[in-house]
C-alpha cells in the first residue's frame, strides 16, 4: 500500500523551466533514496537524478548545472526543479522510491515506481 503520485509537467518553450514534484504515501517506515528516471520514445529509461536519505545528490551529464533533485522527508517528497529546458528533454518523467517498510534491519526494502508524468520542451 505504497503509492507515488507525481505532479508539474507540462508543455513548455526551450530555455523556461518546470518542477516536478512525486509524493509517496501509504505504509512507509522510512525511504532510502528517491529517484528521478526519464523515457523518451524509441529510448530505454534513464536515470536523471538521486537523492539519498542524507542529502547527496547525483546527475546524469546530460542534466547536471540544470536540474536540482531535492527532497522533504517530512513528507516522503521529492523534487525536481528544471531550468533552461531543452528539447532533448522532452520524455515521460518517472519517480522511483526504495522504501522502508519496517524498522526490523533484516527486512529488505521494496521499490515503487510513480505513474509518469509528460515534459515537453519546444523549441
Known amino acids: 500500500q505504497v503509492q507515488l503520485v507525481e505532479s508539474g509537467g507540462g508543455l513548455v518553450q526551450a530555455g523556461g523551466s518546470l518542477r516536478l514534484s512525486c509524493a509517496a504515501s501509504g505504509s512507509i517506515f522510512s525511504i532510502n533514496a528517491m529517484d528521478w528516471y526519464r523515457q523518451a520514445p524509441g529510448k530505454q529509461r534513464e536515470l536523471v537524478a538521486t537523492?539519498?536519505?542524507?542529502?547527496?545528490?547525483h546527475y546524469a551529464d546530460s542534466v547536471k548545472g540544470r536540474f536540482t533533485i531535492s527532497r522533504d522527508n517530512a513528507k516522503n517528497t521529492v523534487y525536481l526543479q528544471m531550468n533552461s529546458l531543452k528539447p532533448e528533454d522532452t520524455a515521460v518523467y518517472y519517480c522511483?522510491?526504495?522504501?522502508?517498510?519496517?524498522?526490523?534491519?533484516?527486512?529488505?526494502?521494496?521499490?515503487?515506481w510513480g505513474q509518469g508524468t509528460q515534459v515537453t520542451v519546444s523549441s
Open positions: 522511483k522510491a526504495e522504501i522502508r517498510k519496517t524498522a526490523d534491519w533484516r527486512a529488505l526494502p521494496f521499490v515503487y
Open positions: 537523492v539519498v536519505s542524507v542529502g547527496s545528490t
